[in-house]
């Protein structure tokens, strides 16, 4: 199971065209990959209504996890994914 | 404000593609004038929607933008049967959500779709909102899941420097019944101001008396907002402030406006030292004029000082009037159809057997009916004088009392009635006012209010009475008696039609209390006949007052579909309100439907009026509806009137608002 933490870099947060871009990464991973709040319950990062709830603001860390193989490399791409500020692009 | 309301609800949303669908619901914010540009906005969505389609699984469309054409976090739900296209890959959107957020809004669109999207991962949400059947639901339904945590900053974009500063007002309402509109307007007012942060504690000057505010309260207050139809009590009180100044119906139907104006006030005074200084002596002075009243409209002050004058004499036509009604049917009752004018001959220094003081037995009925007789009599014997004594408080305040009572008093002697005392009542005002305002020299200061002014103002004005124009007037209202009484079948019925339309017109609001004022003062020349034209007058503007609420109550009950679950509640309550003869209970339907109200209220009280008239039902007391049904006369023919005209109000409702459904409920939920 791989974990790595990122810091939100989209400048209004993990909202919809963000949130979007996100999960159709994390979707084309392959892979079960989940998002969440240190501390808190991951959700499935191929949701977008999950995603979205979690209402991630700019500067904010989540946790993201995956299963299986090759789950360091998709991680690295999802984590390059959000650290970019989605929301100028 | 809440994100969403009412009128930014599409129940059927239609549209050739998710463009035309999203002009569709952006035109609710226009509407609800939360948006400033329609074209702008749109052009804003569009240009997210081409970045990336907001479609989501589960047939959701979530178009949204900030923009400069928005003044406030909104949202805006539409439902759309067949779907639309909204870029989804799983299929079309039935339920579309439009978030719109101010350019400088801050997070509020980042606290709505989290939250939205939270709301929409459960299944009952969206079941309920694909079953809801009335905008109200759907507002219900979206508000309890999706609501800001913070209340949105202040001010619309107008002014851009926001009042962040939390304000202390108070407040004076009234209005000459003193049942509702009072209050109505108190809780608005504070509603308003607690919705825009500040605090404020209203004086309500009702029929209820009223429990003063705190000296220290008024002292630490910036501002102050009477809601009058009466002279605000004690009004040196609020002598300095910023005030504003405006009737009752203001107080209710624009409380959120009137909060506002006065921070704008509270501002300009701070930018502007000039206007504190000229306020300043007034209240110095002991507040006795203040320039606050030159800027109100003369003829508001003349009708505020009349409706005064009738909000103390009311009370003494209610004791008054249904004594003598109770004496009357006692009097009949004992000694049969001539018992009226028999027992006006009863009295406390009559002679003989008509002495009540020395003949007064508990076991006769004749006795009991010259009791009520000889008390009624008297209350009503006040009724001219207190008129014009307080018509003159409310001109000069307690130096009024004086004049304005004497000439009264000698205005009834003088067979000039109503329109003596309000005459006396205007000058013994005005004379007290000027005789107050003259410069003393300092020992006679002290005893102006005790000797100088009563003495000369109540010799100026019964002075100028008697002599001058107390002969016309008593002609004039000779005249006016005699008028009435002779009145006979065509003009009744079209004095009833027009009295009912008045009474229907506008619900306790100025015409309904002129055609009010009218019956009442009519009740005190009414006489000892029991088919006086006075007591038919005042039986037909009773009933026709009783319309407007019972209809809504009817309507309600008939058509519920119709009607915003707030207006069913209001409704039920309705019955009780126009069974008591307070036309105020059908003021939440005009104020969210004026036209379709007003217009079927004055049909349906007109037709009450003239059957009334017609029928010759009369009234010898001034309130009360179905409590004094014993007190009526020709009661059964009375509530034929009333249900007649009733009927047909609920009718010309049911059938307007079944033409046109909610959707033109917007604009006139924007302008109320």
């Known amino acids: 199971m791989a974990q790595r933490t990122v810091t939100i870099a989209s400048s209004v947060g993990l909202h919809a065209r963000p949130a979007s871009l996100f999960v159709e990464a994390a979707a084309a991973t392959g892979l079960d990959v989940e998002i969440g709040r240190a501390g808190d319950d991951l959700v499935d990062a191929t949701s977008i209504l999950g995603v979205m709830a979690l209402g991630a603001k700019f500067g904010e860390e989540v946790v993201l996890s995956a299963d299986g193989d090759g789950a360091d490399e998709a991680l690295e791409t999802l984590v390059a994914l959000l650290s970019r500020d989605l929301d100028a692009e | 404000m809440s994100i969403i309301n009412d009128s930014q609800v599409i129940l059927d949303l239609t549209g050739a593609d998710r463009h035309a669908a999203t002009r569709a619901l952006a035109e609710r914010l226009v509407a609800t004038g939360r948006c400033t540009d329609l074209d702008a906005f749109i052009e804003d969505v569009r240009l997210r929607e081409e970045k990336m389609a907001t479609g989501l699984p589960g047939g959701i469309g979530i178009p949204h933008a900030r923009s400069a054409a928005i003044t406030e976090p909104s949202l805006v739900f539409g439902r759309s049967a067949e779907g639309i296209d909204w870029g989804a890959k799983d299929g079309p959107a039935t339920l579309v959500f439009l978030i719109a957020a101010p350019e400088q809004g801050g997070d509020a669109h980042m606290q709505m779709l989290p939250k939205l999207a939270r709301a929409l991962m459960k299944s009952e949400f969206k079941e309920a909102l694909a079953a809801a059947t009335t905008e109200a639901e759907v507002v219900a339904i979206v508000s309890a899941e999706v609501a800001l945590d913070q209340a949105p900053a202040a001010a619309p974009v107008a002014t851009p420097a926001t009042t962040a500063r939390s304000l202390k007002l108070v407040g004076v309402t009234s209005c000459p019944t003193g049942i509702a509109h009072t209050y109505m307007a108190a809780e608005s007012l504070e509603r308003a101001a607690k919705a825009a942060g500040h605090t404020m504690i209203v004086e309500t000057q009702g029929s209820a008396g009223s429990s003063p505010l705190d000296p220290a309260v008024i002292a630490s207050a910036d501002a102050v907002i009477f809601a009058h139809d009466l002279e605000v009590k004690d009004k040196g009180r609020f002598a300095g402030k910023p005030t504003i100044d405006v009737g009752v119906k203001k107080g209710i139907s624009d409380g959120p406006a009137l909060v506002a104006a006065a921070a704008d006030l509270v501002k300009a005074w701070e930018a502007d030292p000039s206007l504190a200084a000229k306020a300043a002596p007034a209240a110095a002075s002991g507040g006795l004029t203040t320039k606050v009243e030159a800027d109100v409209h003369l003829g508001i002050k003349i009708r505020q000082w009349l409706m005064t004058g009738v909000s103390y004499m009311i009370p003494f036509v209610a004791a008054g009037g249904i004594l003598i009604a109770l004496s009357f049917m006692f009097a009949q009752m004992a000694l049969g159809e001539q018992g009226a004018i028999e027992i006006v001959k009863y009295g406390l220094t009559a002679e003989g057997e008509y002495n009540v003081v020395q003949n007064f037995s508990v076991t006769s009925l004749t006795q009991w009916a010259a009791l009520f007789f000889v008390i009624g009599a008297a209350s009503f014997g006040f009724l001219v004088p207190i008129l014009s004594a307080f018509i003159a408080f409310a001109i000069a305040d307690r130096p009024g009392l004086v004049p304005g009572l004497v000439g009264g008093s000698i205005a009834v002697t003088m067979g000039a009635g109503f329109l003596g005392g309000i005459v006396t009542g205007f000058i013994g005002g005005f004379a007290a006012k000027w005789i107050s305002s003259w410069k003393v020299a300092k020992g006679v200061r002290g005893v102006m209010p005790v000797v100088v002014i009563p003495l000369l103002s109540t010799l100026l004005t019964a002075g100028l009475f008697i002599t001058v124009i107390g002969r016309p007037i008593t002609s004039l209202s000779e005249g006016l008696t005699n008028g009435l009484n002779s009145m006979s079948g065509g003009s009744a019925i079209l004095l009833g039609a027009v009295l009912g339309a008045m009474m229907g017109f506008d619900l306790g609001g100025p015409v309904n209390k002129v055609a009010y004022s009218f019956a009442v003062a009519g009740l005190g020349t009414a006489g000892a006949a029991t088919d006086s034209a006075e007591l038919k007058i005042m039986a037909a503007v009773m009933a026709a007052g009783m319309v407007a609420p019972l209809a809504m109550a009817l309507s309600t009950t008939l058509r519920p579909k119709l009607f915003t679950e707030p207006e069913r509640e209001n409704g039920k309550a309705a019955w009780l309100l126009g ?90 939920m924007a302008s109320a």
């Open chain 2, 579 to 668: 069974a008591s003869f307070i036309s105020e209970g059908a003021i939440p339907f005009a104020a969210a439907d004026p036209v379709r109200i007003i217009v079927s209220s004055v049909v349906g009280s007109s037709v009450t009026g003239a059957l009334a008239m017609a029928f010759g039902t009369t009234l010898r007391a001034p309130h009360g509806g179905i409590w004094v049904l014993p007190l009526i006369g020709n009661f059964l023919l009375f509530l034929v009137a009333l249900a007649a005209g009733v009927i047909v109000m609920a009718t010309i409702v049911i059938a307007l608002k079944s033409r046109e459904p909610k959707v033109e409920a917007a604009p006139m």
